[in-house]
């Protein structure tokens, strides 16, 4: 597991800030059928998707998506596709969530990057959590958090006791792999039109 400090640049940092101020967001009780099969499976947090963000949003996670690929790409051999930002998404999660800790090992290919963006800390709680590692903190705001989804990497998100928790997830995979068991193939993806807006400029 590594931090990257201010991987956000402060300017970009608050844009996206005040951004979060404005947007409404997709919850357990209101939020349309496509997301059925997220809270049906426990999902912890409030939801703002891609499709609902003004282009000047999405350039900056475009920016922020490159410059992370760029990271895990010069510590691997392996050649990776570009990162998923949860496909866009800007997460909430309110006062009494928490994320039980987990690892996806058994579930995404070998070698896959999990990481997060942190946009806005909680008041109290919203620690990250990695027992294996014996690592409990708080991340600041622009702070990039990555690390392979694997059984060492077990990770959580503390109780929400007060605030907000903003953050984006991210996931990238190796070259070759199917990224999700029958659901889609990284190489039957047009990266360029679907995913990451401006990414190859």
Do not use: C
């Not at 070998?110 to 909680?122: H, P």
């Not at 109780?159 to 984006?168: A, D, P, Q, V």
């Not at 997830?169 to 193939?185: I, L, T």
């Amino acid at each position: 597991m590594k931090i990257v400090e201010n991987f956000i640049s402060k300017e970009d940092l608050q844009i996206v800030q005040d951004y979060i101020g404005t947007i409404v967001f997709h919850t357990r009780e209101d939020h349309v059928p496509l997301h059925d099969d997220l809270y049906n499976g426990g999902a912890p947090f409030d939801i703002h998707t891609r499709g609902e963000m003004p282009d000047h949003i999405l350039d900056i996670f475009s920016k922020y998506s490159k410059g992370y690929y760029d990271i895990v790409q010069s510590e691997n051999d392996s050649e990776y596709h570009p990162p998923m930002f949860s496909k866009h998404y800007i997460l909430r999660y309110n006062p009494g969530s928490s994320e039980p800790q987990h690892h996806n090992e058994d579930s995404k290919p070998e070698g896959t990057y999990v990481s997060y963006i942190v946009w806005q800390n909680a008041d109290e709680g919203g620690d990250f959590i990695f027992s294996k590692l014996d690592k409990t903190f708080q991340p600041n705001p622009g702070d990039l958090i990555y690390f392979k989804d694997d059984q060492e990497n077990l990770h959580g998100i503390s109780e929400i006791k007060s605030g907000l928790l903003f953050l984006s997830e991210a996931w990238m995979g190796k070259k070759g792999q199917h990224f999700m068991p029958n659901r889609f193939s990284y190489e039957e993806t047009s990266w360029d039109d679907w995913e990451i807006k401006g990414f190859h400029e």
